[in-house]
């Protein structure tokens, strides 16, 4: 096993976010990786913030690691040898059946002159390579150069081996808070990490630059219930807070018209209670697609009770309305100076941080550093990756139609930004350039945008040709094109697009039954069924169908089996199929078994290259020690990668169960059995959820070329 010890070598280096986006760049590549924290400054009974996030988002079974306060004691009374005993020990009680092992050093913030000292113990000890994470905080290159030197000079003394440094926060204010600008004069902060690292490589040649992190405000962003409980603020509207971040803060005490351009995607508005005037055009701004963060009322006061009927509609939207009674200049000061660091229960931040950090990171480096076991394992991070990635080299032109909601926009900004597909919307351009203008997205020079209303005549003579065996007539074939589901699906059938996503605003039944009927089944293919891919803290697995069919009969769910394991072969997961049930093997009786049994025998009979068994119960198709008993001589029981549910009734519930009571991400449903690729969102998508949508979609496209 390689172990690599983070010893941060400056104050507020931020060493929770690299070690968490060392991990994600790591994982992605397939790497088996493990984290440790063997001392904390927090005291015993609380909880650490990194540990606790370890906990939560990887259910690593991580034990309580030693207080710094125990640390010093040791220090002081047993010395250096004392202390590494002590960690040598809680070293036996971390997993080690990994390829690579993080470690957290201990902060200069909390340890002071000790850090140093207790780093290169532990790097030595644990006979773990190091690597420095420093933020320069006003240091130019060169003071940065020679303090990493005499850094490195004091590990190599102890004989560690220095694989090279991370530079965090580079470009940061010399106050890391939440930007707090009048409305007159909005402040910008602009980095310059490029020019900054420019000359490190020379500076530095003994100790390589394996990444350089710049500073993003919006990486601490809080969200506004984070605000309300930090501050005890009470709260008159909730509208979306536990979702809304906070970008920057707005305080207000000039006019309406010379405070507009503040309005912007993120904003908290910080105004006296009596200025019904601010609220009325926060609230016009939300209606308009703003997504402001909310309205902070000050100095105790409540608006006039008719305002706030007026703004209802911008509530319901989502904006928030909260009071304090200290006064506009106290409360934005201390918004601003909130505690940053990453909230234990914030997944989303703490993804978006991993993400960011893992893209400034150098993969590469840190492998030719280290020998990993060639069985790489498709992990969550590394199903996602490869996922980009292909899509990617895909190079597919993806149809949205809700080419104006406001998050599709945004998610087809980003696959231009990143190369993932290109995107095609359905929208009236004058409205997307609204919308974008309001959310503050730079629309991609090469964003297609096509107003529906300049090509629906041209889809109809198609239409009814597809449709005129089921009585369509050209009169219903233009009634049906004004639903811009229906008119994406049959650019889809005219071969102008690769695929179609759609959902986010449409119920699965828009986006499902135009495909359907324009676009069809392909050859050889009973039913269209579907499958989510379940990111598990340590693997991706699929299951199907947890979403179309509610009750198949057994020639159905051998479709579906046949269908799903080649979709998971296509996303690079190995497929070992469990058909599920209520018994396993030979243990129970029944028409529902027997239908699962029926279906295994002709999933074997039609395709026999697929590792398929069934009836199999969940616990005995998931969990080795399970399988051991009830299935021992099994091929799938306990390894299972594609898990078949008997009905929609059990997959659906199934699903939704591990989504939310495990806090597993899920992608999907991904729509398979179509001769060209259809995907449908759920409602409440969130963005990265229509990227990987989109992304899934030009993966499909490509197999459908193919075949």
């Not at 370890?54 to 306060?69: C, E, G, K, N, W």
């Not at 405000?217 to 005890?232: E, F, G, M, Q, Y």
């Amino acid at each position: 096993m390689n172990r690599i010890l983070l010893a941060p070598v400056s104050r507020r280096a931020g060493i929770t976010s690299v070690l968490l986006g060392v991990y994600h760049a790591l994982e992605r590549t397939g790497a088996r990786v493990g984290l440790m924290k063997p001392i904390s400054p927090v005291e015993d009974g609380n909880e650490d913030r990194t540990i606790a996030i370890v906990r939560q988002m990887f259910s690593l079974d991580h034990p309580d690691p030693i207080s710094l306060a125990e640390a010093h004691r040791l220090l002081d009374d047993d010395g250096e040898d004392g202390l590494m005993e002590r960690v040598i020990g809680f070293q036996q009680g971390v997993d080690d059946n990994v390829d690579i092992q993080l470690i957290e050093g201990v902060a200069p913030d909390n340890a002071g002159d000790y850090a140093g000292l207790v780093n290169a113990a532990l790097a030595k000890n644990l006979g773990a390579q190091a690597i420095f994470v420093v933020a320069p905080a006003g240091e130019t290159p060169q003071q940065l150069a020679r303090h990493l030197g005499l850094v490195a000079r004091a590990f190599e003394k102890r004989h560690v081996s220095i694989m090279g440094c991370i530079l965090n926060k580079v470009g940061a204010p010399e106050v890391e808070r939440l930007q707090v600008a009048s409305a007159h004069h909005p402040q910008t902060l602009q980095m310059h990490c490029d020019d900054y690292v420019e000359s490190l490589p020379s500076l530095v040649p003994e100790t390589p630059l394996i990444g350089c992190i710049p500073w993003q405000t919006k990486l601490i962003a809080p969200r506004v219930a984070d605000v309300v409980a930090s501050l005890s603020l009470d709260v008159f509207e909730a509208g979306h807070m536990q979702h809304r971040r906070v970008k920057h803060i707005l305080m207000v005490a000039r006019t309406v018209p010379n405070m507009l351009h503040g309005l912007e995607p993120g904003a908290l508005v910080i105004v006296p209670g009596d200025r019904e005037d601010i609220l009325l055009a926060s609230a016009l701004a939300e209606r308009n697609g703003s997504d402001l963060a909310g309205v902070l009322l000050t100095g105790g006061l409540q608006p006039d009770e008719g305002v706030r009927k007026l703004c209802a509609a911008a509530f319901d939207s989502g904006l928030a309305l909260l009071s304090t009674p200290w006064n506009t200049y106290t409360t934005a000061n201390k918004v601003a100076r909130m505690d940053m660091g990453l909230p234990v229960n914030d997944r989303e931040r703490i993804r978006h941080t991993m993400e960011s950090v893992a893209s400034h990171v150098d993969t590469s480096l840190l492998l030719d550093n280290i020998c990993v076991s060639p069985e790489m394992h498709l992990s969550p991070a590394a199903f996602r990756y490869r996922l980009v990635q292909q899509a990617k080299a895909a190079g597919k032109k993806i149809v949205l139609p809700e080419g104006d909601e406001p998050r599709t926009l945004e998610a087809a900004c980003i696959c231009h930004e990143k190369g993932i597909a290109k995107c095609v919307l359905l929208a009236k351009e004058a409205r997307v350039q609204r919308l974008a203008e309001a959310r503050k997205l730079t629309l991609p020079v090469d964003l297609e945008i096509i107003d529906p209303e300049s090509i629906r005549d041209r889809y109809i003579s198609p239409m009814v040709a597809l449709r005129r065996h089921k009585g369509l007539t050209p009169q219903m074939a233009e009634a049906q094109l004004e639903d811009n589901v229906v008119l994406g699906t049959m650019m889809l059938a005219a071969d102008e697009v690769d695929g179609l996503v759609s959902g986010a605003v449409h119920t699965t039944a828009n986006t499902v039954r135009p495909a359907l009927q324009l676009i069809k089944t392909a050859p050889g293919v009973r039913l269209v069924s579907s499958v989510f891919f379940m990111c598990l803290p340590d693997q991706v697995v699929v299951y199907g169908d947890c979403a179309i069919n509610p009750d198949p009969d057994a020639p159905a769910l051998a479709d579906i089996a046949i269908q799903s394991a080649d979709s998971a072969k296509l996303f690079g997961i190995e497929p070992r199929v469990a058909m599920l049930s209520y018994s396993t093997g030979d243990s129970g009786k029944g028409a529902d078994v027997e239908k699962v049994r029926e279906a295994t025998r002709l999933v074997r009979e039609q395709r026999p290259d697929i590792v398929v068994d069934g009836p199999l119960q969940y616990d005995a198709a998931a969990n080795l020690d399970v399988a051991r008993t009830k299935a021992p001589h099994s091929q799938v029981a306990g390894r299972a990668t594609v898990f078949i549910f008997p009905d929609l009734n059990t997959g659906n519930t199934t699903y939704k169960a591990v989504q939310r009571s495990a806090g597993v991400i899920s992608i999907g449903p991904m729509l398979q059995g179509l001769k060209k690729p259809v995907n449908d969102l759920s409602r409440g998508a969130l963005v990265d959820d229509i990227v990987y949508t989109i992304a899934i979609t030009a993966l499909q496209a490509t197999q459908k070329a193919a075949d």
